[in-house]
């Protein structure tokens, strides 16, 4: 692919899976390019998403990243802009799950969710902050876990996610003077190997019984979720900042039966 500085630029954490994978590819059918981050201590090998993405076509620059690391995402940002010659979107997607119980919950569990889940999207938008050069776009993930219902076992991740809407208000507000606009996303239950876990989420027969009770009658699907972002991201959506903007099937709308 002809390399060229016109084209627009996104940064993905979380990038080798799940919603962060499926941002990639809808990213590329349109022609943008993606500094995708992955973690590689993670059980997620970014190799096989990078093989995908290239064979769509897409321009990517796979780089480490550790959302829990200042120098970690500040390098991310700096090598993706030194590398395209512009930075233009910003997408927190990295995210951790771990079921505990509070009665069991240790201090080191509590603040290892917020590190990644609400620190890790502070970071990320802080480090594209300094590298953004004109008019762009952040978007952060949350989830209806904290962002609209609680959820038993996991008040460390639902607080991280509460958070996150937080953040991006007031990014919204900061960073519009430079024609900046900031939202987040909060997905319902969504296919993704993170929802599949049935260890720390719902898994497969969970996640078939929740169905149910969505009136489109299924879960979501990855490249759903990414095709909002897309939209946030792009001009269609000029005037839209600040806002958290549920995507669920119609999930939190229904009437309990």
Not at 137 to 160: L, N
Request: charged share 20%; hydrophobic share 45%.
């Amino acid at each position: 692919m002809e390399h060229t500085t016109s084209r627009p630029v996104a940064l993905i954490s979380g990038a080798a899976s799940g919603i962060g994978l499926a941002l990639a590819l809808e990213f590329a059918r349109c022609g943008i390019r993606v500094a995708a981050g992955y973690l590689s201590r993670d059980v997620h090998d970014y190799r096989p998403a990078a093989a995908q993405l290239e064979a769509s076509g897409g321009e990517a620059l796979w780089l480490d990243l550790d959302v829990t690391s200042t120098l970690s995402v500040n390098a991310f940002a700096q090598r993706a802009a030194e590398h395209f010659g512009r930075i233009d979107y910003a997408v927190a997607n990295a995210g951790l799950l771990r079921r505990s119980p509070i009665g069991e919950m240790s201090d080191e569990q509590w603040h290892e969710m917020l590190d990644v889940d609400l620190s890790g999207v502070m970071r990320l938008f802080r480090a594209a902050s300094h590298q953004m050069q004109g008019t762009g776009s952040m978007v952060a993930i949350s989830s209806i876990a904290g962002g609209v219902y609680g959820w038993q076992d996991h008040a460390h991740y639902a607080a991280a996610k509460a958070g996150v809407p937080g953040i991006c208000r007031s990014m919204a507000v900061e960073l519009a003077p430079r024609g900046i606009r900031c939202n987040a996303v909060i997905p319902g239950l969504i296919e993704t190997p993170q929802s599949l876990d049935k260890h720390n989420s719902l898994g497969p027969e969970g996640l078939a019984k929740a169905a149910r009770s969505i009136p489109l009658g299924r879960v979501g699907r990855p490249e759903e979720v990414a095709r909002l972002i897309r939209f946030l991201c792009s001009d269609d959506a000029s005037y839209i900042t600040g806002q958290s903007l549920i995507i669920d099937g119609g999930l939190t709308v229904r009437w309990p039966d």
